[in-house]
């Protein structure tokens, strides 16, 4: 007793209108001598499995679960109306990239097991509600994407079809043709029983009326020969295609969106701004919470933006005991340094427009001219009105909080040079809007100061090494580094022209992602 052949797939219930407008208006006797039963019989279907792919990522990116709040531009493919699993699906890819950002604290919210363990159990053959979906996927695609050269199978379909799956049908039960058929498949026996069902699903869609005719002569043709295969036209829809990089984009975009607030009720009694990033994620997570693949733990999202600067008009010390202001020490220009020691401005430029809302503070009777991450040196040391924020720029700087009965060093003499110290009595806000620039200046040295109102403030941004980029490239995620360095590999001869040929070793060395990850 033979094994029968897989079951295939039921004739086409619709016609799909339209052909490739170059060959549109091409008659059936044209077509039958230009290509004949020949072409019909060995069109390919590689294009369509890669397009039936493409569709499925684009169903899964339109899913309502997903689709405002992480790809709210993309176009709306046909979805089933039954396929609720896609958004599912859909929704736990989202949180597998959530799982793997290093960003704004989301990555606690998101289990990446739970959520691979997800989408490995949807994307499987063994999910009848998949396989449907590649299926009709497949089957809407077919007659566009199957083709050889400029011919596509919908050119026969359109085209007299019963006529076409009769001749067809003739071609495939020739024992010429079963004879050269079994003797490939002795060399490649995966690609001959997809070829013969590709063959088997052509007959169906033209006539399927002849589809007996043609199982019935290949069960006699291949008696012992049992297909050890399925006919697998979903290999572009499964879970192996799919990782923490499928929406890795699209979240990375969706979380460092930000709203900003007023917080005026501080321990301080200083007013500053309060970011909240990827609000509409945080929603999203709360309202999906039910998600086995959501862990529940809201992000860590709100924070500060550390700007180091001061206003325009601040005005600059210089060695002869003179002022300038900050916007107008140029590069080379000598300024006084810590204790009185003279430095040079930098090459590098520290003009900041700013993007967002900013408070400047001032001190005592001085207006505000300062952001709260900027350093002063006091009696006691270096501070700022926030010191996390200033910690972010300068890791290695000890910085405690400045705060009122804090004696900040302000120059007293530039012959012989000489501090005093001023106590803190009263701090001042001004909040500015975003356009506004605000200025620092760089030195050739590390870790030295300046004096801006003959206070002395720290010297922000110190050189930055090739350890120093590949240092913060560390704190980024291997899923990060993976989509920076795809998006970087395009244009790293620009950069490399642009910056130098020392660029392409920091990137490699900080950005591409290790073999143990």
Known sequence: MTRPLPPFFPPDPFRLPGSPPDINDITARELDRLWGVQCLLTMDDK???VKTGERFVAQLQHASTVREVFLPLTKAPETPADAAWVGDTAAALAAWAL?????????RTANRNAARAFVHAK????????VALAQSNYHQLF???????????????HRDPLKWGHRL???????????????????DPHGFWQRLYLNFYKVTRLSPQESDRVHDFWRQGLQGHAPPTQWNIYQYMQAGRFSSQTFMPEVQAAINIKTTRAQLDTPRGMPYWVYTFGPKVAAWLHRHRSYPFLTGTSPANKARRPVKCF??????????GSTKNIEKIAEGEPVTGLYGTPERRSAQQMASPLTDHEFLYGINDYAPFFTASHPFLTTDGWKALDPALAMQVNPGMEIGELGTGDHLLQVASTQPFSYRAVEIQRLSSEAVPP???V?????????????????????HHPEHTEDTFVQAFTRLSASERTLLTRHLRPVLPLLTAALGHFVEPVLRRGVLPRASE
């Open 439 to 459: 200025h620092s200046l760089h030195l050739h040295r590390e870790k030295q100061g300046y004096h801006v109102h003959g206070f002395c403030v720290a010297v």
């Open 47 to 49: 294009d369509v499995r």
């Open 311 to 320: 206003r325009e008009g601040s005005p600059v010390l210089l060695p002869d």
């Open 143 to 157: 007659p566009a994407h199957c083709a050889t050269g400029l011919v596509t199978f919908g050119h026969f379909l």
């Open 169 to 187: 049908a003739d071609a495939l039960t020739t024992d010429e043709y079963l004879r050269k058929e079994l003797l490939r498949m002795t060399g």
């Open 123 to 130: 994307l499987t053959p063994d999910n009848k509600a998949f």
């Open 435 to 437: 356009g506004t620039t």
């Open 99 to 107: 799982s793997q950002t290093s960003q704004h604290g989301f990555a």
